[in-house]
């Protein structure tokens, strides 16, 4: 298996932008995370998904932040408008349904200046 | 959510043991305990988990304490690619729910 899949791997943006980030799931793994890493904050949990349902949201700082998972093979992080504090790491990770193990995709490295 | 505590950071040195400690002193009984670790410009790989009994993988071992209060995360012979910011974890065992990363503890290796 490929893995957890991330694209793109860097964002260079302009702030007032669209920024979408995309992520492949591991094949068979029904849920799926994404995390935000920045060197003051560490690794935040943004929001988890279930069966492609949306379970926790409580982590999107705000409005400007949604995802949606339309199929068990595909996510999207968009960030409308986007700002200069929004640069970070984003990472997506997936687990099976043992729920025991989570897998972290490579990451997307997002500036915006 | 129960929290862990882990130090900021630790030293070794190539070759040798490394003892990575965490404490857990809130956990209920039913958390399990797992470790990830995140390399240098990766994300985060899950090392190994466990709920009472001490545990062993190719990657590491895990001794749990009698009272479940502490762990430690044992590498048995520390290599230069082992140099990474360890995370200790606390998990309940079923559903889908978040992984909470604290800040981890930044291990480096010594050549």
């Known amino acids: 298996d490929a893995g957890v899949i991330q694209s793109p791997r860097h964002e260079v943006t302009e702030m007032g932008q669209e920024v979408t980030l995309r992520c492949k799931p591991i094949?068979?793994?029904?849920?799926l995370f994404w995390y935000r890493q920045t060197m003051m904050r560490g690794l935040e949990l943004l929001i988890y998904?279930?069966?492609?349902?949306?379970?926790?949201d409580s982590g999107m700082p705000e409005d400007r932040f949604s995802a949606k998972m339309p199929n068990a093979s595909f996510s999207t992080l968009k960030i409308q408008p986007s700002e200069p504090r929004d640069s970070a790491v984003y990472f997506c990770?997936?687990?099976?349904?043992?729920?025991?193990?989570?897998?972290f995709g490579s990451g997307t490295q997002l500036s915006v200046l | 959510d129960a929290k862990t505590t882990q130090p900021n950071s630790m030293e070794s040195n190539e070759e040798e043991p490394v003892h990575l400690p965490c404490n857990h002193s809130t956990i209920s009984g039913t958390d399990y305990i797992h470790w990830y670790r995140q390399l240098p410009s990766q994300g985060p790989e899950y090392v190994i988990h466990g709920l009472t009994s001490n545990v062993n993988n190719r990657m590491a071992s895990l001794a749990i304490a009698e009272d479940r209060k502490s762990s430690t995360l044992i590498l048995h012979r520390a290599t230069l690619r082992d140099a990474a910011v360890y995370y200790c974890i606390l998990k309940r065992p079923r559903g889908a729910q978040k992984l909470v990363f604290g800040q981890g503890t930044r291990l480096t290796i010594n050549p």
């Open positions: 094949s068979g793994h029904n849920s």
């Open positions: 990770a997936s687990s099976g349904t043992t729920f025991e193990k989570l897998f």
């Open positions: 998904f279930n069966n492609n349902v949306p379970i926790d």
